[in-house]
């Protein structure tokens, strides 16, 4: 079946550009989340979506990270004006549930360098 | 608030030995844990799981005990192949905060190369 899907897969922004990443989670997965992942580290927690409401976006870095998920099932992660210190891998996870025993299906990133 | 400590890296492994990557954790409360990986060009994957103390998840001859008690989930694999060579995560979710959702904490990663 269809796993999670990310778009574009590669993005390279000049500094002060905008920029949009597409996720589409698995078909009738309730929990949407996004991830950053610096080169050589862990993905760090942005934003969760439960359905179209977000609850948590207390991983965001700054005001110029803006996500949302209108219909509760695409998500679009938004960078303004971007800096070189947001290059990183940008993932996103859905899950079936909500809650805290639940897997989640990863997509493959986005990968983002901000020259 | 959360924490995942993994066994610095990278780790080196001719096949067909032993495998250990340690992971500990802080968190509030009853955590599931996780071990995630990542093959090379692809995305992360769930390798196995734990919701509660003393469960062991296991899947492709790994293993991982969840420890309340020393507070780890080590992975293990008694003969690893070249084809495990991939990034590791140990991750885990509290539901602490109020968060009653599955946000995850993921430790750095450990990368292990298997020569044949």
């Known amino acids: 079946g269809a796993g999670v899907s990310q778009s574009p897969r590669y993005k390279v922004a000049k500094r002060g550009q905008d920029v949009a990443l597409r996720c589409d989670p698995i078909s009738g997965h309730v929990s949407l989340f996004w991830y950053q992942q610096a080169l050589g580290q862990g993905p760090e927690f942005l934003t969760y979506f439960q359905n179209e409401a977000q609850l948590d976006k207390s991983g965001l870095p700054s005001d110029r990270f803006f996500a949302e998920r209108p219909e509760g099932s695409v998500s679009t992660l938004k960078i303004q004006r971007t800096q070189q210190e947001d290059s990183a891998v940008y993932l996103c996870?859905?899950?079936?549930?909500?809650?805290?025993?639940?897997?989640?299906?990863f997509g493959p990133g986005t990968r983002l360098l901000v020259l | 608030g959360d924490s995942v400590t993994q066994m610095e890296g990278p780790v080196t492994l001719s096949e067909e030995a032993f495998l250990t990557i340690n992971c500990t954790y802080t968190?509030?409360?009853?955590?599931?844990l996780f071990w995630y990986v990542q093959y090379p060009g692809e995305g992360l994957q769930l390798l196995l799981k734990?919701?509660?103390?003393?469960d062991k998840g296991s899947n492709k001859g790994f293993e991982a005990t969840y420890r309340k008690e020393t507070t780890s989930f080590h992975l293990e694999k008694g003969s690893v192949q070249v084809s495990d060579s991939a990034v590791y995560f140990c991750?885990?979710?509290?539901?602490?905060?109020?968060?009653?959702?599955?946000?995850?904490?993921f430790g750095q990663g450990t990368i292990l190369t298997v020569h044949p």
């Open positions: 996870a859905s899950s079936l549930g909500r809650g805290k025993r639940e897997t989640q299906y």
């Open positions: 734990a919701t509660k103390a003393d």
């Open positions: 991750a885990l979710s509290s539901g602490a905060g109020g968060t009653s959702y599955g946000k995850l904490t």
């Open positions: 968190a509030t409360g009853y955590p599931s």
